[in-house]
């Protein structure tokens, strides 16, 4: 009987507080976010369908919206074959100083994002740390499209890893060894055996990082310099619409990231559920 | 392998931290400790601390509150309220702020009728706490739900038949069972509401010594090529985040726990 | 103190857990519910503590009606079956749980509680664990702190949810006989849940045996073993051979019940051994019989095995056995 097919409502619960936490929890989630979001929708809706269609196909806008979901795409590529090489190296090796570097990759989500922002700007300036010699190599990283990118890896790095890490552990080397005992090479047990395991939670994590970075604000306004049609990203046009009190083409543009995001997270999550299924995991 | 880890590792996590510190101290401790002394700094520390304590303790009890309710019973619409806590992780912060802009702006819904009773949110210290707590909204909820659901009722029922109350059931034998969870959401929380940028500075206004937090300040005193104050400013949050993966990395160990 | 519940009908979702179970358990007995998982006996347990409410129906302790008092106000002591220890208090702190808890006066004093757990942990065997940790202890250590946890508060009846279930099998008959030893100076009501026939057999002065959220007979364990109700208490307290079947009724036979012969006799019918299995002092043959027939397992003492080899023809007859029309199986 611990086992029931479904455990569903008692008439009385016998555990106490549900009416008292769930009121709670209800109350205050409807106070702080959903009552908030509905007057997002409404102020949108003040434009009526031509005006809210305007207001998001504007050429400044679409080329926001653009910057915004490509940089963002980006870098959530590019953290999968780095989050792995990390990830893997955590799991597998012996290196001197693990739990320092375990710990480490949290710094990008302890960090605040203004910090970051300040600080990837000033070592990527033409005249930075590393800006300096990537500019003599003909290279120009901030206040482009390409410092957008490293701004995004950086904040995306550590959803890419958390997501690998336990799913590596729990792999094991039997798998592994086996394909090894039946003749396939390192490199065809990489590609055949090891990496379609790794294949849900690389999704889980790049997903994770492209819904953290799509909306990304304070890591990027630094190092982007915000030119219109280039390398303006579209919270900041929101934030723009705002100093000019237009309140309406502001929710109207915010209303189109939402879609965005949840568009894009429906359609990873039945990806990775098609992908686990498979996996049987 | 390794080297290839190490070189990333130290290219996109350690070398920044390095130039945070190396920066802010580039003249030497004297304009460090004077950058930290102004009065907007200070003022910036205080109403930073405020925020993280109204916005933490109100998103503790929440989590609490949502994790014994769908993690101890089933109720109809429990996947609803699942997936409406984690909403606001996937909005982006400025839009988190605006939405308290439309709100309770001068133009907003509600602006009319705060003005009339000489209330100000926006461009004002609640603003910021109310945009902050949007934020962190999920951070204590999404550690303890899985947490609590994977203990089942069992240690609750128990404490019941043993003629506990509610209450008692609660304190004695459901916190302790939680407490590492709870301690590691709260961190999360107060690490993320410290630094949280986007959305307090759509709500702030930037109003030096008054609602100017931490992160804010530091990017009003970078654009005013005041480098070594900003990074001054910027090195304390750093500390801060360090500490923050400093006890994530304790309550690891000590719990065995792996990563989230 | 004696339990009466009364047509206690419970739904989970679609699923019936109970229907229409109506029980009275004498004071002072140790009473098993028996059946296999999901038939309702848990259920029936946690109805009694209060865990539960029932959807229909009451039920009384000693004469009193608590259907809808909470688990803490019954009297009641309830052992889990994975044992519910608090994991962050020590064995003393779990077994003074209940004393601590209590309000206002009826809180004994600090050197009154820890006489009392002291005396419990000893009873249990254990007070030498008292400042250990439930994991530091071993399964059957820790399923009798849980049982020294749920005497402290003084129950007068006392509920254990399969209480040797996640323990292995020599640990199981080790406990097995502490219980009805302990039942035996206590006297406390007990009512125990389990899967385990043996177990229910071995130590319960009345069987319930569920089927399908019903109660399908209840009695002392020897009327329940000899005079089974039905087919399906037939076969869930031992093997059972199909001897004959027809569209009404069906002839049910305990493999140690089969005689074997290796000459005709009046009654007896024709097999052959098909394979045979030496178990410790028993021997298992499978027979098969011609035609339609299902086949039989017979269980003889090892010794007498000898006279017979596989392939050979033998004559069986059933020395016991039992009819059920079909339709109550």
């Known amino acids: 009987m611990t086992t029931l097919p479904s455990r569903r409502q008692a008439r009385r619960h016998v555990l106490p507080g549900l009416p008292l936490t769930l009121g709670y929890a209800t109350l205050y989630l409807s106070l702080i976010v959903l009552i908030p979001l509905a007057a997002l929708i409404l102020k949108a809706a003040t434009l009526g369908a031509d005006g809210f269609l305007d207001a998001v196909t504007s050429p400044r806008v679409l080329a926001a919206l653009r910057v915004s979901f490509f940089t963002a795409l980006a870098a959530s590529l590019i953290n999968v074959p780095i989050g792995l090489t990390i990830a893997w190296t955590l799991t597998r090796y012996r290196v001197p100083g693990r739990r320092l570097i375990d710990a480490l990759i949290d710094l990008p989500f302890a960090l605040p994002t203004a910090v970051a922002g300040i600080t990837l700007t000033t070592l990527l300036a033409p005249n930075g740390w590393l800006g300096a010699p990537l500019a003599e190599a003909g290279i120009r990283v901030a206040y482009t499209p390409l410092g957008i990118i490293v701004a995004l890896t950086f904040i995306g790095l550590p959803f890419v890893v958390r997501s690998l890490q336990p799913v590596l552990e729990d792999l094991g080397p039997e798998p592994e060894e086996a394909a090894r005992s039946l003749g396939a090479t390192p490199t065809q047990t990489f590609w055949r055996v090891t990496l379609p395991a790794l294949y849900p939670a690389l999704l889980s994590g790049f997903t994770l990082a492209l819904a953290r970075t799509v909306g990304e604000y304070g890591s990027v306004v630094f190092i982007s310099g915000n030119l219109p049609f280039k390398t303006e990203i579209a919270p900041l046009l929101i934030v723009g619409k705002l100093e000019q009190y237009d309140y309406a083409g502001a929710a109207a543009v915010a209303v189109a990231m939402l879609v965005i995001s949840v568009a894009l997270l429906l359609a990873a999550n039945t990806a990775q559920a098609r992908l686990s299924r498979r996996g049987e995991r | 392998m390794v080297t290839l880890t190490l070189v990333l590792v130290g290219l996109l996590l350690l070398l920044p931290l390095l130039l945070v510190f190396i920066t802010a101290l580039r003249s030497g401790l004297g304009p460090y400790l004077q950058a930290l002394q102004l009065p907007d700094t200070q003022a910036a520390v205080r109403l930073s601390l405020l925020t993280v304590l109204i916005a933490v303790p109100l998103n503790t009890v929440f989590g609490v509150s949502a994790a014994w309710a769908t993690a101890k019973f089933d109720f109809p619409g429990r996947s609803l309220l699942l997936t409406l806590i984690d909403l606001p992780l996937a909005i982006s912060p400025v839009i988190s702020g605006l939405v308290y802009v439309l709100l309770f702006g001068r133009q907003g819904w509600l602006g009319p009728w705060l003005e009339a009773n000489d209330l100000k949110i926006i461009f004002a210290p609640a603003g910021i706490i109310l945009a902050t707590t949007f934020v962190t909204f999920a951070y204590v909820a999404r550690e303890l739900i899985p947490v609590m659901q994977a203990q089942g009722r069992d240690d609750e029922e128990a404490a019941l038949t043993l003629g506990a109350s509610g209450w008692q059931t609660f304190m004695r034998v459901t916190l302790p069972n939680i407490r590492w969870a709870l301690l590691y959401g709260v961190i999360m929380c107060n690490a993320r509401a410290l630094g949280e940028f986007g959305a307090v500075s759509v709500v702030s206004g930037k109003i030096r010594g008054l609602t100017n937090t931490l992160p804010l300040h530091v990017e009003i005193l970078y654009n005013e090529y005041q480098t070594v104050a900003a990074f001054a400013v910027a090195s304390l949050l750093a500390l801060f985040a360090l500490l923050t993966l400093a006890l994530k990395a304790l309550i690891e160990a000590r719990t065995g726990r792996a990563h989230t | ?329």
Request: glycine content about 8%.
């Open chain 3, 1 to 329: 103190m004696s339990i009466d519940v009364t047509q206690i009908g419970k739904q989970f979702g679609t699923f019936t857990a109970l229907s229409d179970v109506t029980l009275h358990v004498p004071d002072g007995q140790l009473v098993a519910l028996l059946g296999p998982s999901g038939s309702g006996k848990t259920t029936l347990l946690r109805v009694i503590a209060g865990l539960e409410t029932p959807d229909t129906g009451r039920v009384h302790l000693a004469g009193q009606d608590v259907t809808h008092a909470g688990p803490g106000e019954r009297g009641i002591g309830f052992v889990f079956q994975h044992y519910a220890l608090f994991k962050h208090m020590t064995v003393f702190e779990n077994v003074a749980f209940g004393l601590k808890v209590k309000r206002g006066a009826a809180r004994p004093t600090a050197a009154t509680i820890r006489e009392k757990v002291m005396r419990l942990l000893s009873l249990v065997q254990l007070d030498w664990a008292a400042a250990r940790y439930p994991s530091q202890l071993s399964g059957g250590q820790r399923q009798r702190v849980a049982l020294a946890r749920a005497l402290a508060v003084e129950p007068r009846v006392l509920l254990l949810d399969e209480p040797f279930g996640a323990l292995d099998a020599a640990v199981r008959q080790e406990l097995r006989d502490w219980l009805r030893q302990l039942h035996n100076e206590l006297h406390v009501t007990s009512v125990f849940v389990t899967h385990d026939q043996e177990e229910a057999l071995e130590i319960a002065d009345r069987i319930v045996v569920f089927n399908a959220g019903r109660i399908e007979q209840e009695g002392t364990p020897g009327d329940v073993y000899h005079h089974p109700a039905s087919a399906f208490t037939y076969r869930f307290l031992g093997r059972a051979n199909v001897w004959q079947t027809d569209a009404r009724e069906q002839t049910l036979v305990r493999p140690h019940d089969l005689h074997l012969s290796p000459e005709p006799a009046p009654g007896a019918v024709p097999a052959q051994i098909v394979r045979v299995h030496q178990v410790g002092p028993t021997a298992r043959l499978e027979l098969s019989r011609a035609g339609d027939l299902p086949s039989l397992e017979a269980h003889l003492p090892a010794r007498d095995v000898q006279a017979f080899q596989v392939g050979q023809q033998v004559y069986v007859s059933p020395t016991a056995q039992q009819t059920y029309s079909v339709t109550s199986s």
